[in-house]
C-alpha cells in the first residue's frame, strides 16, 4: 500500500471509529496523546450524550498525562464505557479507573499493573527534594483514586503499589479493578 492509500485508509478507519463513538488509546501515554484523545471524546460528547467506548492498550507513560486524559473522561457528560485489552498498565490503569466499575470491560488476556510512580532528577539538592516531594504527593493520590474505584483500604493498595503489582484479568476483576471480563464487544452494554 502506497502512501497516499494507507493514509486514506487510517482517514476511512478514523472516521468510521467516530462515527462509531469508538477511541482507541494505544501505547505510550503521553501529552500528545492527551490533545488527540481529549479532543475526540469533547468532540463525541458535543455530538450527542451518547455512550462512548474507549479502548485501552497501554504500558503507561507520562502520569501527568494519563491524569489530564482521567480528569477529560470525569469531565463530559457522555458515560463512556472502557475496555482494556492487552495490557493496561501505570498510567493507564490510572486512565481505565477513570469510569465506575460498571463501565470498566476487559479481554480475558488482560494483564494489569499497578505500582508507584518513578522518575528521574536532576539539578541541585533542592530541586531534587522539591521533585522527590512531588512524586511521593503524586503516588499519594494515585493510591487514593485507585483505593476509590477498586473499593480496596488505602493501606492495602499502599503496600500493592510499593512495587510492581501484576494482575490477570481474573485477579483484576476480583481485586475490584475490573468490572467484567468480556469476548464479545456487543457484551460491552
Request: hydrophobic fraction near 40%; include cysteine.
Amino acid at each position: 500500500m502506497d502512501s497516499n492509500n494507507k493514509s486514506s485508509f487510517n482517514q476511512s478507519v478514523a472516521n468510521r471509529l467516530f462515527k462509531s463513538r469508538i477511541v482507541i488509546i494505544n501505547g505510550e501515554i503521553t501529552q500528545e496523546l492527551v490533545g488527540k484523545v481529549a479532543g475526540q471524546l469533547l468532540a463525541l460528547s458535543a455530538e450527542s450524550n451518547d455512550p462512548i467506548t474507549l479502548f485501552i492498550h497501554s504500558q503507561g507513560g507520562h502520569v501527568d498525562s494519563g491524569h489530564a486524559i482521567y480528569d477529560a473522561i470525569r469531565f463530559i457528560d457522555a458515560r463512556v464505557r472502557m475496555v482494556g485489552n492487552g495490557w493496561v498498565a501505570s498510567a493507564g490503569a490510572l486512565i481505565y479507573v477513570s469510569v465506575p466499575r460498571e463501565d470498566r470491560y476487559c479481554l480475558p488476556n488482560t494483564r494489569f499493573l499497578l505500582h508507584q510512580p518513578s522518575g528521574g532528577v536532576q539539578g541541585s539538592g533542592s530541586d531534587i527534594a522539591i521533585e522527590a516531594e512531588e512524586i511521593v504527593k503524586m503516588r499519594k493520590r494515585l493510591n487514593e483514586i485507585l483505593a476509590e474505584a477498586t473499593g480496596k483500604p488505602l493501606e492495602e493498595v499502599e503496600e500493592d503499589t510499593q512495587r510492581n503489582f501484576w494482575l490477570t484479568a481474573e485477579e483484576a476483576k476480583e481485586y475490584g479493578l475490573v468490572g467484567s471480563i468480556i469476548e464479545r464487544i456487543s457484551e460491552v452494554d
